[in-house]
Structures are given as C-alpha cells and as structure tokens.
C-alpha cells in the first residue's frame, strides 16, 4: 500500500484537518495525535498489522491506496465522466460592478458591463458547444458583481438561451446569485418566464446587522430581501431560494437570523427556501472565508482521534 498523492494536512484550531483531494473525505486530528497519523498514513505498509482497523478505513476513504493503482488515472475517468454526462453549466459575470459595497467582499467593483460584441460571442459559443457535444441539460448561472444590474443584458442571453434549447430538445435550467435588492415583481415575473429557477440571496445576520453591512437609503435592506425572496418562491411555484448567511464571530445568532425570517416567511412556502453559511473572519489586515454546508445546522466535523 501506499499514501495518495493527494492527501492534504491542514492546521485547524487544536489540530489537523486531513483531507483528500480525490474522495473528498476528511477528519480532524488532535494536536496529540496528528503527527503520528501522518506517519501511519504515509507509511502504511509499515503499520499494515499494527494498525490494521485504521487502515482499513483509511483504504476506504482514499488516504491509503493500492501500489498499483494511478490516481492520475482516477482524476481523468472522472473528468471525463463529467465532461460527457451530457450536461454543461455556463457562468456569466455580465458586470463586475455591485449596488453594495459590503466589508467582506473580496472582489475588486469595477464599472465594466458586457458589450454587444461580448454577447454575441457568448451566443456563439453556447450554440456551438450545445450541438457539438450533444449536451441535453444546459445551465446558465449569473454571478458577478452584481447581475442585476446589467438587466437587460441578463435578459437577452437567457431569452436565447431558453430558446435555443427549446428549439433542439435541450433541458434548461438558470439560476442568479443576488443581493436582490434590484429585484421587481415585474422582474421576478420576468425571469421566471425565461427559466430562472434558483436564486442565492445573502443575508448578513439579523435584520440589525444585515442592515449595517448592506447599507441602502431606506435602512431597510433585510426587509426588502426576505420580501423578495418571499415573492420569488409565490410567484414561480416551482423555484427554490438559497439564503447565505454570511456571519462573522460579532453576529453569529442564528436564533435571532432565522427569527426575523420567518416572521417574514410563511409556514407553506418554506419547503422552498434552503440555508447555507458562510464565516468571515477578520484576522489582521487579512480576510479568511470558511463556507460550510448548506443546512439548517452545521455538520460536526468528522473526528477519529
């Protein structure tokens, strides 16, 4: 046996997170124990009897592998697994501008805005890579900056999209991430038409503290998202809204989060509305982001020692 190429060793807190790169699978380890695992690990034929338990489970999880098998091959099969599942997924940053200016945002807003030209390519390119790799489900996911506020050219591309695909029997599938504060009834109605299924709507904390990190000129950004994402899921029936909470260690309250929420949020639509979380930590002059899963409630981290 042998380690994988691919295993990661990662200071976290007291300890070490070990993970690897091809199954995806990790634990953490004690500051105690780390050092020693790490050499079972990397070593294994050394420790094949010793720790045999161990091993087992490392073998399973991908940490430890067969002399003969060649990762290198695993990562192709898979990608190309991937590539010819007959699905694609296109994303568009149509501006890298945002309505906002919120403390953690790692990106650099600029007042850049797809041109005509830029489209036409972008049309170019999903008709020609649509029909040459017989693809049957296109996604097209809107990022940025903000999306919204380059609107009509949203619009155009989606519009195409949905068209072209209707057109030659391809499924399609759209989804924005937004602050959504741009966002209409008669938008909502819009986008809904043309597709839009998923929408990734970021709240900041309570309606306190979201209100102090997206400043707008009412004070009343949270109350205008929460409303929004109640009208999205009322207005196409069959889309789901992600809320990311975005948190730092001052405005971590989820009781109080979920409770301005759902004060705003019926009972009947909330089957269509998930939450994932994401941490801010501010250390020095630097910024850390931790993402975690997309629940209700954060998964333990796997422990073995």
């Known amino acids: 046996m042998k380690s994988s190429d691919y295993n990661y060793f990662i200071p976290y807190k007291d300890g070490h997170i070990f993970f690897n790169g091809i199954t995806k699978r990790f634990f953490l380890a004690s500051e105690k124990n780390h050092a020693k695992l790490m050499d079972i690990i990397s070593r294994p034929d050394d420790y094949r009897e010793k720790y045999a338990p161990f091993l087992e ?5 991908g940490f430890v592998v067969e002399d003969d098998v060649q990762e290198m091959d695993i990562i192709r099969e898979e990608f190309d697994r991937k590539r010819n599942s007959g699905q694609y997924t296109l994303m568009v940053l149509p501006t890298y501008d945002c309505n906002l200016r919120c403390w953690y945002c790692i ?46 050219k949203l619009i155009e591309i989606t519009r195409f999209s949905k068209d072209f695909c209707e057109c030659h029997h391809i499924g399609f599938f759209s989804d924005m991430t937004t602050n959504s504060l741009l966002l209409t009834s ?23 503290k979201h209100n102090q990190v997206k400043r707008d000129k009412d004070n009343a950004a949270f109350d205008k998202a929460v409303n929004n994402v109640l009208e ?21 309250e989820p009781g109080k989060i979920m409770h301005d ?39 333990k981290m796997p422990k073995v020692c």
């Open 232 to 252: 999205i899921v009322k207005t196409i029936p069959d889309s789901y809204c992600i809320l990311r909470i975005n948190y730092s260690d001052q405005t971590l």
């Open 107 to 152: 990106q650099e807003h600029q007042n850049m805005t797809l041109s005509d030209e830029t489209v036409a390519r972008i049309k170019k390119h999903i008709e020609k890579y649509l029909l040459e790799n017989e693809i049957k489900e296109f996604r097209l996911s809107w990022f940025g900056g903000e999306p919204l506020l380059a609107y009509r």
């Open 57 to 61: 489970r490392m073998s399973a999880e």
């Open 186 to 208: 008669e938008r909502i109605k819009e986008l809904g038409g043309l597709g839009l299924r998923s929408f990734q709507i970021t709240i900041d904390g309570c309606r306190e």
């Open 261 to 299: 929420v759902n004060l705003m949020i019926p009972h009947e639509y909330r089957k269509q509305i998930f939450v994932m979380s994401t941490m801010h930590i501010s250390i020095a002059y630097s910024r850390m982001e931790m993402s975690e899963s997309a629940t209700m409630r954060n998964p």
